[in-house]
């Protein structure tokens, strides 16, 4: 077999990249106070901020936008979408909205309030929050194989049932608002859930009689990570494998950023003919109309089409081994990374990598900067500088883990790009001892990763 992952699409339109020079970044670098999310985005050469809404799009995508309808109600786009959602979910109602953390904020803002709990593998930050608003209290119970970095498992996303039935049973089944099984499991690494993981997770929402709710954004990586890992599955389609763990739940939340390769759109799916007519009250209150939901015509289309199009077996295959090619290469040089790699992305222990940089010192933030000056490759650090906290006494209580993640949009990388950032790990490898830890100087009380100011220590 040729090792050589070929792209299954030639490129027919370019968006052209400005290269820069070290000299220039490191005063870039400077002037954005050492934080990337304050640099522009033509500054950077490799962007692997996110996954989110960052996807090529298709030319059968983009021609599907040109028969954009954008009548207020019933637009021929939206019967197209609805088919296209019904026709994966097979769920009985599809409400569409301008992205996920809007059917978040339908479905569990509804849901929630004080004294209600939902229990998940992992809470996705905007799922959380969403949560958290509402009143009520989010708790993860992911297994624990799930948290250790280093361990090999085929399917570190599943969630711990023990633990669930525990967490119903403390609360009170009438308390739960919902159990959303996140998969791909995005916050813990894009790590999969089995098929057998969701088929308990149903079993017991039945025993206990509460809602059982998908956060699907990622479904078409996991039932490939399904396919090769998981027996029984060997001659299924990814289709088919999304739709069997669809019928498994009472509905889904979707960001269609994610696996429906849009620049923007999500929907909310339910079957419960109550549940459903309320959150379509709220949707039409905040959203827009049921039939639109925040969305245009266009979007509408493209997302019809590009849901689809993910679950294609060229496009999949692409897509995990590519992102696995990274993986294993940074993992053989001696750059300890999440183990196995994900689905989206591939996360550095940065406390590992630079173990000379204290934690409160931010090894995470240091290597996102030396990615930049050395290379201008855009990351993100989630660790001490995303959800650090300090005590009394102004000391840093760090994050659980200090890791920077690379993540891979959709369709935009080729594979001569991915070995320009291999190439440049094998700088930073060498002169890893070098690299110097960071402070804040600036912040702000929530959130303060996409806003603070920081400093190298000299
Ligand atoms: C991105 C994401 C969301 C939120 O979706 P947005 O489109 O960014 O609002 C929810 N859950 C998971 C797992 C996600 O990755």
């Given amino acids: 077999m040729p090792k050589t992952i070929i792209e299954p699409f030639r490129i027919k339109m370019v968006e052209p990249i400005q290269m820069t020079t070290k000299q ?44 954009g309808d954008e009548s207020y109600a019933g637009a021929r786009s ?6 296209s959602v019904k026709d994966i979910t097979n769920y009985k109602y599809i409400l569409p909205t301008h992205q996920g953390r ?38 993860d119970c992911l297994t ?15 969630l711990d049932i023990k633990k669930l039935n525990d967490t119903i049973n403390d609360w009170g089944a009438k308390n739960v608002g919902a159990v959303i099984l996140t998969v791909t499991n995005n916050s813990g690494g894009g790590q999969p859930v089995s098929m057998n993981n969701a088929k308990e997770v149903a079993q017991a929402c039945k025993a206990h009689g509460v809602l059982f709710i998908l956060d699907a954004c990622r479904i078409a990586e996991n039932s490939y990570f399904i396919k090769q890992r998981e027996d029984g599955f060997e001659n299924y389609t990814y289709k088919q494998i999304a739709q069997e763990m669809f019928s498994l739940a009472d509905g889904c939340t979707m960001s269609a950023k994610k696996d429906a390769m849009v620049n923007m759109g999500g929907f909310l799916a339910l079957n419960n003919d109550k549940l ?3 959150c379509t009250n709220l949707l039409i209150i905040t959203e827009g109309f049921s039939t639109y939901g925040g969305l245009s015509g266009r979007d509408m289309e493209a997302l019809a089409v590009g849901f689809q199009e993910v679950f294609d077996a060229d496009y999949l295959h692409y897509r995990i081994t590519s992102i696995t090619y990274l993986g294993d290469k940074l ?10 790699v994900g689905g989206h992305a591939v996360y550095i ?44 006494k102004g000391d840093l209580i760090p994050a659980a883990m200090d ?56």
Avoid at 78 to 83: C, G, S
Avoid at 331 to 340: D, K, S, T
Avoid at 362 to 388: A, N, T
């Fill in 24 to 67: 220039e970044r490191i005063k870039l670098l400077k002037q954005a106070h050492y934080n990337t999310f304050l640099l522009q985005a033509k500054d950077v050469i490799i962007d692997l901020l996110t996954d989110s809404g960052t996807s090529a799009m298709s030319s059968a995508q983009w021609s599907a936008m040109m028969l």
């Fill in 78 to 83: 939206w019967i197209k979408m609805e088919d």
């Fill in 102 to 139: 809007a059917a978040e904020r339908i479905l569990y803002g509804h849901l929630g309030g004080k004294g209600k709990v939902f229990i998940s593998n992992t809470h996705f930050d905007t799922t959380r929050a969403n949560i958290e608003f509402s009143g009520a209290e989010a708790v």
């Fill in 144 to 158: 624990e194989v799930g948290k250790n970095s280093a361990t090999e498992h085929p399917f570190k996303g599943n």
């Fill in 276 to 278: 459903a007519e309320e």
């Fill in 331 to 340: 993992n053989a040089m001696g750059v300890p990374i999440m183990l196995p």
């Fill in 349 to 392: 222990d940065a406390r590992k990598f630079y173990s000379h940089i204290p934690i409160n010192q931010y090894p995470g933030q240091s290597l996102v900067c030396d990615l930049y000056e050395k290379g201008g490759i855009r990351s993100v650090e989630i660790g001490s500088v995303m959800f650090g906290k300090y005590d009394d």
């Fill in 403 to 458: 890791l920077v993640r690379l993540a891979i949009p959709r369709r935009v990388y080729t594979q001569s790009h991915i070995d320009y950032v291999i190439e440049i790990f094998e700088e930073l490898l060498k002169n890893r001892r070098k690299s110097k830890g960071i402070i804040i100087t600036k912040e702000t009380e929530f959130l303060r990763h996409f806003t603070a100011h920081f400093k190298r220590i000299d």
